[in-house]
């Protein structure tokens, strides 16, 4: 605390009458979404504004004021770097200098953007609501945010049950490669209506290639591969709250997950033999080392459905909340968690990732080589044919 306060009243010191900031989502926004300028009395009138905050606005907050505001009124960082145990300068340095080239107008407008999403009494001619999710549009079957330093990507197909089509296989991987980058601290992955999601879309075998089958089979095991990969390589925490139904490809890529929170309403079903299939997602990797050979063997050869409780028992799910207050419960936990040190928050994640990383790519590969073969398989085709034709369901 007493290194915060240091550290906001020296950046007040070398920037009088400002806090400047960079990257957080709200700043990302107003620079994505305008070509507007702030003018050099916008600029004024937020320094000004600074004064009057009430409410402290948080250490990473006040850095990034005063980064923004040397940017804006000196241009790129022009001063030698501090040493390693000048904490504070230190610190104040890196927020400029991860500005980089950002020409002095956008610095301004991003300081004077947020700046006015401090505080609702303070809102600027940004005209964006402070607290407004960043929604991210150009996704037919998601629904991606960004608020709180969390980006939640929510598969939106419920009357499918968000089963996963060719489409969303491929929108995913979009979110999750901007969420890598984007200023968000943790990424969630939900499902809106009462399925989290209802696994591969069974439709997607019915689009066949000039290639034929093989094509097809070929195509698709190359699709997943990409799919997982971005998985196992996704670089922050990865979070699920799974709100009802899980099946097939939505419960093994739990396993690459670092947290898994779960509605009790919440069911885990890999049925890959009744289909004719074999396990994806790493899960012929994670799930024996989760809950023990025998326990993975009962799900994913056996088809056993666990309930949420059953699943938060064998170690796939972290924590069960009753439906009624799983939202509530969940989200006031996901944001104390984005409020911490992003840096430590992204270094732990590679730390922990690091040493399985080549291995999960390697069960990865193998289980997509397996798949093509068994997508071809009778087994397999008769289980899709039967679905389509309303002959089976889970
Ligand atoms: C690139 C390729 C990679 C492939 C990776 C492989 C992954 C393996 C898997 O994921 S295996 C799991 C596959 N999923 C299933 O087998 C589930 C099939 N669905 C069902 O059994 C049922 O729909 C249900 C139990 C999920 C829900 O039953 P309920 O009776 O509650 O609801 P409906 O059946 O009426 O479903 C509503 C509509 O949604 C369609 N739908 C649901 N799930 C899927 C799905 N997985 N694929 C395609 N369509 C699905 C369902 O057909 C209904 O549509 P309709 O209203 O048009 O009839």
Not at 136 to 161: A, C, H, M, Y
Request: glycine share 6%.
């Amino acid at each position: 605390m007493a290194m915060a306060y240091l550290a906001w009243r020296l950046a007040q010191r070398s920037c009088p009458s400002s806090l400047q900031v960079t990257s957080f989502p709200v700043v990302q926004l107003h620079m994505n979404r305008t070509a507007m300028r702030a003018s050099q009395k916008d600029f004024e009138n937020s320094m000004n504004q600074v004064k009057l905050l009430k409410k402290d606005p948080g250490n990473e907050v006040k850095l990034k004021l005063y980064a923004l505001y040397k940017q804006a009124t000196e241009g790129p960082c022009n001063m030698p770097k501090p040493g390693v145990f000048d904490l504070i300068n230190k610190a104040k340095w890196d927020a400029w200098n991860a500005l980089g080239s950002l020409p002095k107008e956008a610095a301004r407008q991003n300081y004077v953007d947020l700046v006015s999403s401090l505080s609702p009494s303070l809102e600027s001619s940004s005209q964006v609501e402070p607290g407004t999710d960043r929604k991210s549009t150009g996704f037919e079957t998601l629904v991606v945010t960004s608020e709180d330093g969390i980006t939640k990507i929510t598969f939106n197909r419920p009357k499918k049950k968000n089963a996963i089509n060719t489409e969303m296989y491929h929108e995913i991987m979009r979110a999750l490669k901007a969420a890598s980058k984007d200023d968000s601290i943790i990424t969630v992955l939900t499902g809106n209506g009462d399925y989290y999601s209802s696994g591969n879309d069974l439709t997607n075998f019915t689009d066949i290639p000039p290639g034929g089958v093989e094509e097809k089979a070929e195509n698709s095991a190359v699709l997943l591969r990409e799919f997982v990969g971005c998985f196992i390589d996704f670089p922050k925490p990865l979070i699920a709250v799974v709100n009802g139904p899980a099946v097939g490809i939505s419960v093994t890529l739990l396993g690459l997950f670092d947290a898994v929170y779960a509605s009790d309403r919440a069911t885990f079903h890999t049925p890959f033999s009744h289909l004719g299939q074999s396990p994806e997602g790493c899960s012929s990797y994670t799930f024996p080392k989760i809950m023990s050979p025998a326990k993975a063997t009962e799900m994913l050869i056996f088809g056993k459905k666990l309930t949420a409780g059953e699943a938060c028992a064998q170690g796939l799910v972290t924590e069960v909340f009753p439906d009624s207050t799983f939202q509530k419960e969940v989200w006031t936990r996901l944001k104390a968690f984005a409020k911490l040190p992003p840096n430590a928050v992204r270094i732990s994640k590679e730390v922990i990732r690091k040493r399985e990383r080549e291995k999960l790519h390697t069960v990865n590969a193998e289980e997509c080589n397996v798949l093509q073969g068994r997508w071809l398989s009778d087994e397999c085709t008769n289980a899709v044919v039967n679905f389509l034709s309303r002959k089976s369901k889970l």
